[in-house]
């Protein structure tokens, strides 16, 4: 049953190589991890969102490394060890040995983490794959690990709206996620604030076009409560929309393209889709922005 149900996960991969490999077997690794949460309890008090996310629930045509969480409510303490042995025994019944290894303390941003670390090219995983993978596998390292990083927000930022929603795979399972709207704002305020010294996170500026594209509509409410908690906004009056589409055209005045799409190539599949990248690009979707009410 296990095998079948690996099998069918890595089918909706197109797996060219060994990066394409281990991308498709994280992910896939990915799903059992929030499976074996939602067997845990976690999402009775905490929300899936990120870039994660809106790949595994929404599609997004890009992968993402983390699994990104925020909890509910601040009076919700989170101890992520507790979790550990459910993480460690869902996918050992999928024939994955794991190792789950929490941080002792919360960052300075009010971050708590854990990773994941697995073998996952043995067991379930060799049997399972088509021969097309097992042919890729076989030039891998045989010592191969892949490494899922787990990060649940413990900040104040809590102005989200959240729901219930199901995945399909390994089995279905419900788990609770933010709404599109609060995803895109909390996209928004990545892009708005994250500071990497010099280095530009492409893949927010990918992301941003993608809400665009699906025409997403930006939760004002719930980006002016991150952007506060953050730092980013200290005026007296509430944020408007224009206030967001003049903090977002200042970001795009120092976008440096080039450092965006090296940041994204090693995410997308084709880096054609970043050819007519620009400057001019970014400007033209400020006035596409859409504004819950």
């Known amino acids: 049953m296990a095998v079948e149900i690996v099998r069918e996960m890595l089918s909706r991969f ?11 077997l994280k992910e896939v690794l990915q799903e059992i991890i929030l499976f ?34 925020s909890l509910l409510s601040s009076a919700v303490s989170i101890d992520l060890n507790s979790f550990g042995l459910t993480v460690e025994k869902s996918l050992r019944d999928f024939e994955v040995e794991a190792s789950f290894e929490a941080k002792q303390k919360i960052s ?32 891998l390292p045989k010592n191969q690990t892949v490494k899922i990083k787990l990060e649940v927000d413990t900040g104040k930022a809590r102005n989200f709206k959240d729901k219930i929603t199901y995945h399909l795979f390994p089995i279905a399972f419900p788990l609770r996620t933010m709404t599109l709207s609060c995803l895109f704002s909390g ?27 699906k025409k997403a509509a930006i939760n004002v409410p ?12 200290n005026s007296s009056h509430p944020l408007r929309k224009e206030d967001v589409i003049e903090l977002y055209m200042e970001q795009v ?33 400020a006035e596409k922005f859409v504004f819950e009410e």
């Open 253 to 285: 005045l120092t976008l440096d393209v080039e450092s965006a799409k090296s940041d994204l190539y090693p995410f997308i599949y084709d880096k054609r889709y970043v050819d007519n990248w620009n400057r001019s690009l970014f400007e033209s979707i």
């Open 108 to 139: 300075t941003g009010g971050i708590a983490s854990a990773q994941i670390k697995t073998e996952p090219l043995t067991g379930i995983f060799s049997l399972a794959v088509p021969q097309v993978l097992s042919d890729v596998i076989k030039i």
């Open 36 to 69: 074996s949460l939602y067997q845990g309890g976690f999402f009775e008090f905490a929300a899936f969102y990120g870039g994660t996310a809106l790949r595994i629930l929404h599609g997004l045509d890009r992968f993402s490394e983390d699994l990104d969480f």
């Open 14 to 24: 197109e797996i060219k190589d060994p990066e394409t490999a281990i991308k498709a």
């Open 187 to 213: 996209k928004m305020h990545a892009l708005l604030c994250r500071t990497w010294g010099t280095r530009v996170k492409g893949r927010d500026w990918y992301d941003c076009l993608w809400f665009v594209q």
């Open 222 to 233: 719930y980006l002016e409560d991150k952007l506060r908690h953050s730092g980013h906004w």
